[in-house]
């Protein structure tokens, strides 16, 4: 999945988003977007590995979409709001990379699996799946 994240960071470099990584950051530490600054804190170190495509991205999505940052002390439903629209950009910045890739998934679990993508996501993946072909009609 190495080429999915340097696909990743080169999009982010393209549009003017700095990607901070740290080596001896353990592998609990959250990666954080700061979308005022166009900044992500990325921690290559994530665990389960499988998941760090997915969560660069979701990232990548908070800055596009301009999310306020998230606090402890705000509602859940309101952080929940803005996570879910970082998940669904992710993904579909995900699936943009698909296609550079000519790879087509025929449901929202292959598109799960391949990037993994967390089950407690997966409404966000049916939407981005959905969206998709909607696209393609």
């Given at each position: 999945?190495?080429?999915?994240?340097?696909?990743?960071?080169?999009?982010?470099?393209?549009?003017?988003?700095?990607?901070?990584?740290?080596?001896?950051?353990?592998?609990?530490?959250?990666?954080?977007?700061?979308?005022?600054?166009?900044?992500?804190?990325?921690?290559?170190?994530?665990?389960?590995?499988?998941e760090r495509p997915f969560i660069l991205?979701?990232?990548?999505?908070?800055?596009?979409?301009?999310?306020?940052?998230?606090?402890?002390?705000?509602?859940?439903?309101?952080?929940?709001?803005?996570?879910?629209?970082?998940?669904?950009?992710?993904?579909?910045?995900?699936?943009?990379?698909?296609?550079?890739?000519?790879?087509?998934?025929?449901?929202?679990?292959?598109?799960?699996?391949?990037?993994?993508?967390?089950?407690?996501?997966?409404?966000?993946?049916e939407w981005a799946f959905r969206h998709?072909l909607q696209l393609m009609k």
């Open positions: 999945m190495d080429e999915v994240i340097d696909w990743l960071l080169a999009y982010c470099k393209r549009h003017g988003i700095i990607v901070l990584t740290r080596a001896e950051w353990p592998s609990s530490y959250v990666s954080t977007a700061l979308p005022d600054q166009r900044l992500i804190l990325y921690n290559p170190n994530w665990q389960p590995s499988s991205a979701h990232e990548i999505g908070h800055i596009i979409d301009q999310d306020p940052p998230a606090y402890p002390c705000e509602y859940i439903s309101v952080g929940e709001k803005y996570e879910s629209t970082g998940n669904r950009t992710g993904i579909q910045l995900l699936l943009q990379y698909s296609q550079t890739q000519d790879w087509h998934f025929k449901t929202p679990e292959n598109l799960m699996q391949t990037f993994g993508i967390p089950q407690t996501f997966r409404a966000d993946a998709q």
